[in-house]
């Protein structure tokens, strides 16, 4: 699956041999603020967890991947939008409920970039008449995200602890349907 440029971004699925640009992105502190109380990613956490996590669920067929989200006319990395099925890492994947989740440089910050990646990612993904959800979750703290998820047009679901194999936290559930 290839996702088409939107207005001011391009997009491509990553891969292990983009270690470096995930590595980059984890490395400040308020980016990581919500994941991991603001402590950075080593390399080695990122190629021995983060990738290997990422290769399990990457399926360009479907669209599954971390999308790299680039400005279009420099081509400069900003962040990224997440696609897996939600609470894949548990004996119940969802398979027609996608998880949408990102991360952005803090750079790019209150520009829009990680909406407009959004909205247009979920877009391109709604063609699929197999996805019937769009979900994510986020630190019931982390209004910046929490911001995206409305601004991509999701509702408010529930509050409640999600357990995946790396940690456990407290996060809001939105979602919006596939119509």
């Known amino acids: 699956m290839n996702i088409n440029n939107s207005a001011r971004l391009s997009y491509k699925l990553m891969t292990a041999d983009d270690a470096e640009l995930l590595y980059q992105l984890d490395q400040d502190p308020e980016v990581m603020r919500f994941i991991t109380d603001g402590k950075a990613s080593s390399r080695e956490s990122i190629e021995s967890v983060l990738v290997p996590r990422m290769q399990k669920y990457l399926n360009a067929d479907k669209g599954w991947g971390l999308w790299q989200v680039n400005i279009a006319e420099t081509n400069q990395y900003i962040g990224w939008v997440l696609v897996r099925p939600m609470n894949f890492f548990s004996d119940s994947p969802e398979f027609d409920n996608l998880e949408l989740g990102w991360r952005f440089f803090r750079s790019s910050w209150g520009k829009g970039f990680a909406?407009?990646?959004?909205?247009?990612?979920?877009?391109?993904?709604?063609?699929?008449?197999?996805?019937?959800?769009?979900?994510?979750?986020?630190d019931e703290e982390n209004f910046g995200s929490i911001g995206v998820m409305k601004n991509v047009g999701m509702s408010y679901v529930k509050t409640y602890l999600h357990i995946d194999p790396l940690f456990e936290c407290q996060v809001v559930y939105y979602q919006i349907s596939n119509t």
Do not use: G
């Open 115 to 138: 909406s407009e990646a959004a909205q247009h990612i979920k877009n391109a993904l709604a063609a699929h008449p197999e996805y019937k959800i769009f979900s994510a979750i986020a």
